[in-house]
């Protein structure tokens, strides 16, 4: 149901929730509220984004670019609506809460401030000056001068205006700087892209007796890095010139032996398990697989690539040690169905197929619930930490903690 041209921002704000209820109800995503359809009909989006035209302004799923570095990489953007109104369900926002926001485009915070009301407060930072200086621009002539707009690095979160009921996060982070949970309430919920193993989610999490818990409902999304003292850069491994790299690896590569391995004969195995719930699929192997990565192919090598046609996104991969790989592939089942199989490459592919098999096997006898999540402080214990544990994250500042009941 795409958005059609309009006469009026009013109009094209009823056609984009109209659109998100559209796809909420056909292709199941996330429930959007009624008070956060409300807002959404309520804020100008297109006066935060006035390079773009109006149905771009108002397309659900268009996240308009608002700063690019001297290379043309987008270094700041504002969230798709369907993605925005997603974490301002998960933030469960009610009056008179005070909301941090990490990251400053101006038009999630006003719907933040819609949602607060008057007597809540929304404070939101960037490191980007121009980023910040655009924001509170377009927030007063929206007609929100109550945001507070900060200019300064997010790491050290605005210790001035908390405790926060709920922080925002709307870049992606590789680790969770202690200054946002030690600046939450003690009920406090922090909503934050993150990525595990080169998986992308957006997570809601609880604190709870000091660390973080997640809520059920966490969902795949994409998102710029963090700048500044949270960034991370994840550098891929070049296989084959920029046809194939790989990304995430966490443990040394032989490059030259998985390269000729990738060039050798293959060996197909099928697991007889259906590919369903794919985003939840994905993180259970990130979370069960040893010697884990991620395989980029580029689109002109597809039809060829290790994975097979059907791969478009990168996939994940078991390694072994002397660079044979298992790629997991699928192969069409009719009516829309398909079936998981793993690729083996090299002299020890076929064990590292085997272990990727009981793992999907795994997948199968699971039911189908989502991970839980928890974040707990750098150097805690494993005695600690929860025994139902599948894997430990271990970052800078913090224990991230994988685990499936």
Known sequence: ????????????????????????????????????????????????????????????????????????????????????????????????????????????????AELVGSTGEVTTIDIDPEVTDRARRYLDEAGYQDVRVVTGDADTGVPEFAPYDRIIVTVRAWDLPPAWIAQLTETGRLITPMRLRGVNRTVAFDRIDGHL?????HHLTVFVPMQGAGAHEERGIAVQGNEIALYSAEEPVDVSALRKALHGPRKEFWSGVEFTHPDRLHLWIASHADRYALLHVAEDVLEHGPAGPLARQPVPVVLADDGSVAVRTKRALGEGRFEIGVFAYG?????????????????????????????????????????DRVRVLDKAHTRTVLAWT
Request: glycine share 6%.
């Open 213 to 217: 818990v997640s809520r059920p409902d």
């Open 1 to 112: 149901m795409p958005v059609t041209p309009t006469a009026s921002p009013a109009q094209a704000r009823q056609n984009m929730v109209d659109t998100l209820l559209h796809l909420q109800k056909e292709w199941g995503m996330p429930e959007i509220s009624d008070r956060v359809a409300s807002v959404l009909r309520k804020v100008p989006r297109h006066v935060f984004v006035p390079e773009v035209s109006l149905d771009e302004a108002y397309a659900p799923d268009y996240a308009p670019p608002i700063r690019r570095a001297e290379d043309g990489l987008v270094t700041s953007s504002m969230s798709a609506v369907r993605v925005q109104a997603m974490m301002l369900d998960q933030a469960g926002l009610e009056p008179g809460m005070r909301v941090l926001e990490i990251g400053s485009g101006g038009y999630n915070a006003a719907l933040i």
């Open 347 to 387: 002299p020890q592919g076929e064990r590292a197929a085997q272990d990727y098999i009981d793992v999907l096997r795994a997948w199968e006898r699971h039911d189908g619930s989502m991970a839980r999540i928890e974040v707990w402080p750098s150097g805690t214990p494993e005695t600690d930490l929860p025994t």
